[in-house]
């Protein structure tokens, strides 16, 4: 099978509105910024979108958020973008906040084919409202679903054209487990090279997982909040 598409246009041609999306990252760190642009432009609407965040005003899923193609957000960090808490406030937009532990257990529970499980994260708050609640060891705990979606969109450090994928520190948080969490795997790379030039060592997500990869360009990588002094107060 050819993975290679040539640009992001070309590899989110299949998602149409109505989609549940997946889109890596960690914070603003690694997001899929290519294919987010992309969906953009193509003007789809009604996403479902999981995300360990929402972006911000101006970058990251801010920019869908700001066309209001997102019908609804799955996340756990949404702190920095005024936009989501405008359209939260004023009812325009649905909101799953999951505490982000579960959130990327539920991902990894995908990823690996179990269809839920336990934990004691929110057990006493709104997250357990109409959920089942066991006891182990006289303790409670939460049932969790696994979290699938139609699509996932990561963005790797480098890839190979089998589909092979290499991400880079923080990137890996949520990115490795959904690109293996989604019914189809869109990768966008840095670095595009030919099968045998990644140490197989060194492959964090194998190819078998991911469906269509291209090399992306004019990464901004944005840093979310930048503290240059402590101020006293």
């Known amino acids: 099978m050819n993975k290679v598409v040539s640009n992001a246009h ?4 299949p998602i149409e509105s109505g989609s549940t999306i997946m889109l890596g990252g960690f914070g603003l760190n690694g997001i899929p910024e290519n294919c987010i642009a992309a969906l953009v432009q193509k003007g789809i609407n009604q996403l479902t979108c999981i995300s ?3 972006g911000v005003d ?3 899923l801010g920019l869908l958020l700001k066309k209001k193609q997102i019908k609804k957000m799955i996340s756990s960090y949404v702190g920095e973008n005024a936009e989501f808490e405008r359209q939260l406030l004023h009812g325009e937009l ?3 906040l999951i505490p982000q532990g579960t959130l990327a257990t539920r991902i990894q529970m995908a990823a690996m084919g179990i269809p839920a499980f336990y934990t004691p994260a929110g057990f006493g708050t709104e997250v357990a409202f109409g959920k089942e609640v066991r006891y182990f060891n006289n303790k409670p705990y939460l049932m969790e679903l696994a979290l699938h979606a139609d699509f996932a969109i990561v963005k790797a450090w480098k890839g190979d054209t089998m589909g092979n994928l290499v991400f880079r520190k923080t990137t890996r948080n949520f990115s490795t487990s959904m690109a293996k969490a989604g019914n189809i795997t869109i990768a966008e790379v840095e670095h595009l090279v030919q099968p045998g030039e990644i140490d197989p060592d060194d492959v ?4 078998i997982y991911v469906h269509k990869i291209f090399q ?3 990464y901004e990588k944005r840093i979310e909040k930048r503290t240059v002094k402590i101020v006293n107060k």
Do not use: L, M, T
């Open 216 to 218: 992306g360009a004019n």
């Open 94 to 96: 649905e909101v799953d």
């Open 204 to 207: 964090h997500v194998a190819g």
């Open 10 to 13: 070309e590899a989110i041609q």
């Open 58 to 60: 101006d970058f990251g």
């Open 52 to 54: 360990n965040n929402a």
